[in-house]
């Protein structure tokens, strides 16, 4: 039973580029949230999706940022022209049920660093 | 404002000592309180996750408190390993939405 997957694991790109970070969620879980982390900081939520629907983008950047979670296929969590500021690592979390209020366990991928040069 | 707030920031202790994390929060309004390991380069394992009726919960030799009361919360570790050696985040839940509020975490490193 494989567990969250994240590719690539690592990926660097030049400012103006695009990023786009992928998300398998573990099977069986229809929840899937991004959070980002800066070095030395804490994980910063950013969206959270259900297939087919983006529930909660609260912690999104308003611009360059998107994510998507097709019916079919892994969650993609694209960032458009890349700016120095974006170099972070971004964890992927996913679970069976919403995790709103409740003690639902999030299980995480092992994140991908993207640095831009 | 819905903050997390760890202490040490990080912290250094010899192979088979004991040790105490500390949290404090202030989220409201409160759902749960989960203490999370992480490893370099790694994404986060779950160690314990509380309610606000229980006081006390372990996980083998991590045991995790919550004082709801003070809004504070403690991570035991006894007779650390060199596998301990990682950083340890405090996340709480609000019970109002989705977001999981994440502290910046204490880093631990085990030295033989």
């Known amino acids: 039973n494989a567990g969250v997957m994240q590719n690539p694991r690592h990926l660097v790109r030049r400012r103006g580029q695009e990023a786009r970070l992928r998300c398998s969620p573990m099977?069986?879980?229809?929840?899937v949230y991004w959070y980002r982390q800066l070095p030395e900081e804490g994980l910063k939520f950013m969206v959270y999706?259900?297939?087919?629907?983006?529930?909660?983008e609260s912690g999104m950047p308003k611009e360059r940022f998107s994510a998507e979670f097709p019916k079919e296929g892994p969650s993609i969590l694209r960032i458009q022209q890349v700016v120095r500021g974006d170099s972070a690592a971004y964890f992927c979390?996913?679970?069976?049920?919403?995790?709103?209020?409740?003690?639902?366990?999030?299980?995480f991928g092992p994140g991908t660093r993207l640095t831009v040069l | 404002k819905n903050q997390v707030e760890q202490s040490p920031q990080s912290l250094i202790i010899l192979e088979g000592k004991n040790c105490t994390l500390q949290c404090n929060y202030t989220v409201s309004p409160f759902s749960n309180l989960r203490w999370y390991k992480q490893d370099t380069g790694r994404g986060p394992v779950s160690l314990t996750i509380m309610t606000f009726s229980e006081n006390t919960k372990s996980n083998g030799r991590y045991t995790a408190t919550l004082d709801a009361d003070t809004k504070q919360s403690s991570l035991h570790i006894t007779a650390s390993q060199l596998s301990d050696s990682a950083s340890y985040i405090c996340v709480v839940s609000a019970d109002s939405n989705y977001q999981l509020i994440w502290g910046a975490g204490t880093k631990l490193i085990i030295k033989p």
């Open positions: 099977k069986g879980h229809s929840h």
């Open positions: 979390a996913s679970s069976h049920v919403a995790q709103r209020g409740g003690q639902n366990e999030q299980f």
């Open positions: 999706l259900q297939k087919e629907n983006i529930i909660d």
